[in-house]
Nanobody, 121 residues
Framework: QVQLVESGGGLVQPGGSLRLSCTAS????????MGWYRQAPGVQRELVAT???????NYADSVKGRFAISRDNAKNTVYLQMNSLKPEDTANYYC???????????????WGQGTQVAVSS
């Protein structure tokens, strides 16, 4: 059984920084693309950033220049460094990963349970 376990959320003042982590655990063959999404109350879940195994990244325009996504393939872990945080960054942040559980199976989407980020003075 595959699990994505997130950590690192919390309350921070505007202009502050937080670092989120997400580790894939359990039995699987390989982790492919990984990413972070967020959802604020009453709003659809939106992409924040994604990263593939070779390190290529993609960011939402709203976070470019402030957030940085990275990964450690050996640890099956993805990170999101969030700097210059704004109140509008407040949301539940969800980790996502495309994982092949067995070499003979298709890749499947997995989601973490979410971690709350609140930006407020």
């Amino acid at each position: 059984q595959v699990q994505l376990v997130e950590s690192g959320g919390g309350l921070v003042q505007p202009g502050g920084s937080l670092r989120l982590s997400c580790t894939a655990s359990g039995s699987f063959f390989r982790v492919y693309g990984m990413g972070w999404y967020r959802q604020a109350p009453g709003v659809q879940r939106e992409l924040v950033a994604t990263i593939i195994r070779d390190g290529s990244t993609n960011y939402a325009d709203s976070v470019k220049g402030r957030f940085a996504i990275s990964r450690d393939n050996a640890k099956n872990t993805v990170y999101l460094q969030m700097n210059s945080l704004k109140p509008e960054d407040t949301a539940n942040y969800y980790c996502n990963a495309l994982i092949r559980t067995d070499s003979g199976r298709d890749r499947e989407d997995y989601w973490g349970q979410g971690t709350q980020v609140a930006v407020s003075s």
